[in-house]
């Protein structure tokens, strides 16, 4: 059997300029499709080799299945996309932040964050959120609550910020 017969996403030529572009010590690692002998397919991980071996060169090939790999993936962004459509459609300001360095850098909001806040929400991608909405007089105390937020992984708390309309509770 030739590696175009087993994978189904190779064919001869392609299968060959792979190799071809390949210098002995290269390692590639690609995606295919398996073909088994009932002519079905799964997905795998190819890992390649090229070796030099008594003069001659070699390659050593592993393929691994991935269906359960795939599937996960698939079940985690189908779960994501339900969480997305659902803090997307809330009444209440969402906002998402990366935090590090002392700071608490947005990196999404939701319609309802926008609508409250009169923050368009691509502006506030990347910026600092307690420089954003916090007013600079509470500044210390909202930092204060984003360390304990990240100490005990919550931090439930009334606080005043800078809403569209003024300052809000």
């Known amino acids: 059997l030739k590696v175009w017969d087993i994978d189904s996403s190779l064919d001869r030529k392609e299968a060959i300029g792979l190799w071809d572009g390949m210098e002995p010590g290269d390692q590639r690692q690609i ?24 003069g001659k060169d070699r390659f050593v090939v592993i393929g691994r299945d991935i269906t359960e790999r795939k599937q996960a993936r698939q079940e985690l ?9 659902l803090l997307d459609n809330l009444p209440t300001p969402v906002v998402r932040c990366r935090v590090g360095d002392g700071e608490a850098r947005i ?13 368009d929400r691509k502006e506030a991608e990347g910026e600092d959120l307690n420089v ?15 360390r304990r937020a990240l100490g005990k992984g919550t931090e439930v708390r009334e606080v005043r ?3 569209a309309d003024g300052d809000r509770d």
């Open 107 to 119: 990196t999404g909001t939701n319609p309802a964050f926008e609508k409250t806040f009169g923050v």
């Open 161 to 163: 910020r800078l809403a």
């Open 77 to 85: 962004k189908t779960e994501r996309d339900r969480l997305e459509t």
């Open 31 to 54: 995606e295919g499709q398996y073909r088994r002998k009932d002519g079905s397919t799964f997905p795998v991980e190819v890992h390649m080799r090229h070796l030099r071996l008594g």
């Open 132 to 146: 954003l909405l916090v007013p600079e007089e509470r500044r210390g105390e909202a930092a204060e609550i984003d």
